[in-house]
C-alpha cells in the first residue's frame, strides 16, 4: 500500500504534478517537483486520482473543504473526487501556515485555482495534441478531456503526457466566475462533515501513536506561581505511572508538575496524589482590582466636553471544545509532533530553534482542531510535550482537563473605554473622542505597542472627526489573541455608544448610521438589506426591542441587526447581511457568522473570567455561562456579492453581532459594558 503521502512526495514517471510558485519564497526543489517552492500540489497519478495539499490547519473553518471545491471546480470534477493530504509544517514548502488574521483563503485562493487550472490546461493541451485538434475546441468535464468529433479522453489516459509538457509552454486560464458549478453555489456542506460527525475525523486528541503515555500537568494553584517542593512517592507507586517530573516555564509550558503514565485515567491518579508546596506569584490578585486599575489610568479629563459613557470589558476564555493538547515523540535523530496548532510550519522554526536541531529533523503534523478560535497559535501544550518524551524516551500525549483549560489560558485582555461626544442641533455626532486603557498581548511583545493595539481595534466606519487614544498598562497575566483581537472590544463601545446617542435624539438608528457613513461605502447597501430582511420597516413586536451594528475588516463588510426580549433577557433572532467579495463556499459563509453569534450572545449574557485570591474561578462550561441551545437565536444571514477582492470571514461577525445584542436589550437605555447588566471583572 502507498498512502497519498508517499504519492505526493514521489511523484515521478506517470503522475503530473503541478506546482503554483510563490514569488517571496525561496527558488529551490520540492519533494517530488521541480520548479519554485509551491504553496500547494496538485497532483494526477496514472489513474487519474487527484490529490490536493491543504497548506493550513482546519481548526473548523472549513479551510478542507474550500480547497476541495477549488481544486474541482477548476479541474472540471466533482468535490468527491478529490483526496484531500493535510500538509505538515513546512514554511519553505508550503509559505506562510499560520491560520490568523482571517486569511487563509484570501492567500490560498489564487495559488491552489491556479494549481488545478494549471493541471486542467495541460490535461487538455496533451488531449489537443493527441487528437491534432485547436485547443479552443476541447473542453474538460467530469474527469475527461472533450472534443465534439473526437470523442472524450479520460484524465488517466493524458497524465503520462501532460506531465510531459513544459508547463510555461500552456496558457493557463481561471474557470470564470459565471461558469462555476460548486464556487459560489448554496448547496453543500463541508466535504468532511460525515466523516466529523462519526468519529472518523483525527483531532489531536485521538493522535497517540501505539506504544504511546499519557501526561497531566499538575498546575499552579494560583497565578505565577512554582513548585517548591514536590514529594511523588506516593504518585510513582501507583500502578502506571512512568515518571514524573518537574516542567519550567517558559521553556517547558507554562510550568508545573507532570506525571507520564500508561494511560489517562492512571496519569490522574498520579497527579492526585502528589504532595507539592509552591512559592511566588500573586496569590492575592483580584480581577475587580485590575479593572479598576485600569480605569484609574485613563486621563483625568476627556479631551473633549460632551456626553460620555464608561464601557468596561472582562477578561474572556477560548475555550474550544476540545481542550489543549499535544503529542511529541523526540528520538536520537530528531522530533514528531501532533498537534491542533493553527501555526505547524511556525511550530517546526520554534522547535528547530529552541532545540538547536535542524528543521529537516523537526516534523510537525497538523491534526483536525476542536476549534482554536487564536489559542493555538500558542505552543505551550507541545513544549510540555517535547519535555515528558524527552524525560521518558518514548512518544507522549499532554492531555489538559477542561479546567486545566479555563484556569490556565491566554485569555482576551481587560479593557476600559471611555467615549465622549459633541453632538449637533440635529442628534447626529459632530466629534468623538475614544480613550482606551488596556493590556497588551503577552503571547506577542510586539503588542504592546499602543499602535499596533489601535490598529488592531479601530475600525470605526463613519465619518465623525475625533480621535483615539490608547494606554497600556502591564498584563498581570497571561493574555492572546481571541477571535476578532482587539476589535471586539473598541467596536463594542463605539457602537453602543452610537446607539445610544441615537436613542437619546430619538432617531432611526440604521437612518443615523446611514447619515454617518461616508459616501459609496459597501455599509450603506448592507444596512438596506439587513433592515429588509428584519423588517426593520414595522414597529418592533410589544416586549421586544432591536439592536444595530456594522464593521468593516478583512476586507469584507457586515451589518446586524439583533432582536430581543429585554425583560427576559432573551435574544430572538439576529439578521446579518455580509459581503466578503465572492463567497467561494456560501455554506461556510453562513456558518462562520452563526459561530460569530453565539460566540457574541454567550460573551453579552454572561461569560467571562474572573479572579479571585490570585486563582481563575471559573473551570467548565457549569461557570464559563456559554449560551445552550434554548439561549441561541435564529440566525439569517444573507450573502450579498460584490466585486470587491476576496475578503477574510472568521472573526468579521463577532463584534457587530455583540454590540447589536447588547443594544437589543439594552432596548434604547445605556450599555456599560460586557456582560450586559452583570458586573464585570
Not at 185 to 211: E, S
Not at 446 to 454: D, G, T
Not at 520 to 530: A, C, N, P, Q
Not at 625 to 639: L, N
Request: hydrophobic residues 45%.
Amino acid at each position: 500500500m502507498i498512502s497519498r503521502r508517499t504519492l505526493l512526495r514521489g511523484a515521478g514517471a506517470g503522475a503530473l504534478v503541478v506546482a503554483v510558485p510563490v514569488p517571496a519564497l525561496a527558488q529551490e526543489s520540492s519533494e517530488g517537483a521541480t520548479g519554485l517552492v509551491p504553496t500547494v500540489f496538485v497532483r494526477l497519478d496514472d489513474k487519474g486520482r487527484i490529490t490536493a495539499t491543504v497548506p493550513r490547519p482546519d481548526t473548523g473553518q472549513g479551510v478542507r473543504t474550500v480547497v476541495a471545491l477549488m481544486v474541482a471546480e477548476e479541474l472540471a470534477v466533482d468535490a468527491d473526487d478529490i483526496t484531500l493530504e493535510q500538509a505538515h509544517g513546512d514554511t519553505e514548502r508550503f509559505g506562510s501556515q499560520a491560520v490568523a488574521n482571517s486569511s487563509s483563503v484570501r492567500q490560498l485562493a489564487t495559488p491552489i485555482r491556479t494549481a488545478a487550472a494549471t493541471a486542467r490546461c495541460l490535461l487538455v493541451t496533451a488531449a489537443a495534441q493527441r487528437w491534432k485538434v485547436p485547443v479552443a475546441e476541447c473542453t474538460a468535464k467530469d474527469g475527461t478531456v472533450r472534443h465534439p468529433r473526437r470523442g472524450r479522453l479520460a484524465y488517466r489516459a493524458l497524465v503520462r503526457a501532460a506531465a510531459a509538457l513544459d508547463p510555461a509552454t500552456v496558457p493557463v486560464e481561471l474557470t470564470p466566475p459565471e461558469e462555476w458549478r460548486l464556487l459560489g453555489k448554496t448547496r453543500g456542506g463541508r466535504v468532511d462533515a460525515r466523516d466529523i460527525v462519526t468519529g472518523r475525523t483525527r483531532y489531536g486528541i485521538d493522535a497517540r501513536p501505539a506504544g504511546g503515555f499519557v501526561a497531566v500537568v499538575l498546575r499552579p494553584p494560583w497565578l505565577g506561581a512554582v513548585p517548591d517542593a514536590v514529594d511523588d512517592t506516593a504518585a510513582r507507586a501507583l500502578p502506571g505511572v512512568v515518571d514524573v517530573l518537574t516542567l519550567t516555564a517558559p521553556a517547558e509550558g507554562q510550568g508545573g508538575v507532570a506525571v507520564v503514565a500508561k494511560s489517562t485515567h492512571q496519569a490522574l491518579r498520579g497527579r492526585d496524589a502528589l504532595r507539592v508546596t509552591w512559592r511566588g506569584g500573586t496569590p492575592a490578585a483580584d480581577s475587580r482590582a485590575w479593572l479598576a486599575d485600569l480605569e484609574a489610568a485613563l486621563p483625568a479629563q476627556s479631551p473633549i466636553d460632551g456626553v460620555q459613557r464608561v464601557y468596561r470589558m472582562p477578561l474572556l476564555a477560548h475555550a474550544p471544545m476540545e481542550p489543549m493538547n499535544a503529542t511529541a515523540h523526540v528520538r536520537p535523530d530528531g522530533l514528531t509532533v501532533w498537534a491542533p496548532t493553527q501555526d505547524p510550519g511556525g511550530l517546526r522554526t520554534q522547535l528547530a530553534r529552541q532545540l538547536a536541531i535542524p528543521a529537516t529533523s523537526v516534523r510537525v503534523e497538523a491534526t483536525a482542531s476542536g476549534g482554536a478560535f487564536g489559542r493555538r497559535i500558542e505552543p505551550d501544550p507541545v513544549l510540555e510535550a517535547v519535555a515528558c518524551s524527552r524525560k521518558v524516551g518514548a512518544a507522549v500525549q499532554v492531555l489538559w482537563t477542561r479546567a486545566d483549560d479555563m484556569r490556565n489560558d491566554s485569555y482576551r485582555p481587560m479593557s476600559v473605554h471611555r467615549m465622549t461626544a459633541l453632538v449637533g442641533p440635529d442628534g447626529l455626532p459632530t466629534r468623538r473622542s475614544h480613550e482606551v486603557v488596556t493590556w497588551p498581548l503577552t503571547v506577542l511583545p510586539m503588542f504592546a505597542n499602543p499602535a499596533l493595539i489601535k490598529a488592531s481595534g479601530d475600525h470605526f466606519p463613519y465619518t465623525v472627526p475625533g480621535d483615539i487614544a490608547v494606554g497600556v498598562r502591564p498584563a498581570p497575566l497571561r493574555t492572546g489573541f481571541w477571535r476578532a483581537v482587539y476589535a471586539g472590544q473598541f467596536l463594542y463601545a463605539e457602537e453602543n455608544f452610537l446607539s445610544e446617542l441615537g436613542a437619546r435624539a430619538g432617531l432611526d438608528q440604521i437612518a443615523l448610521r446611514r447619515a454617518l457613513l461616508p459616501a459609496g461605502s459597501r455599509l450603506h447597501r448592507l444596512l438596506d438589506t439587513v433592515a429588509e430582511r428584519s423588517r426593520w420597516a414595522k414597529p418592533p413586536a410589544p416586549g421586544t426591542a432591536r439592536g444595530v451594528a456594522c464593521h468593516e475588516d478583512y476586507g469584507s463588510a457586515i451589518a446586524v441587526v439583533a432582536v430581543a426580549e429585554p425583560g427576559s433577557r432573551r435574544v430572538l433572532r439576529v439578521h446579518a447581511a455580509v459581503d466578503v467579495g465572492v463567497a467561494l463556499h456560501p455554506s461556510g459563509v453562513r456558518a462562520q457568522v452563526e459561530g460569530c453569534v453565539v460566540d457574541a450572545v454567550s460573551t453579552v449574557l454572561g461569560a467571562q473570567i474572573t479572579v479571585r485570591e490570585g486563582r481563575v474561578v471559573e473551570s467548565s462550561f457549569g461557570d464559563y455561562r456559554w449560551a445552550r441551545i434554548g439561549q441561541t437565536p435564529d440566525v439569517d444571514v444573507t450573502i450579498v456579492q460584490s466585486n470587491a477582492p476576496l475578503g477574510g470571514l472568521g472573526e468579521l461577525a463577532y463584534p457587530p453581532a455583540a454590540a447589536a445584542v447588547s443594544a437589543a436589550l439594552a432596548a434604547g437605555g445605556p450599555v456599560t459594558g460586557m456582560p450586559f447588566g452583570t458586573d464585570v471583572g
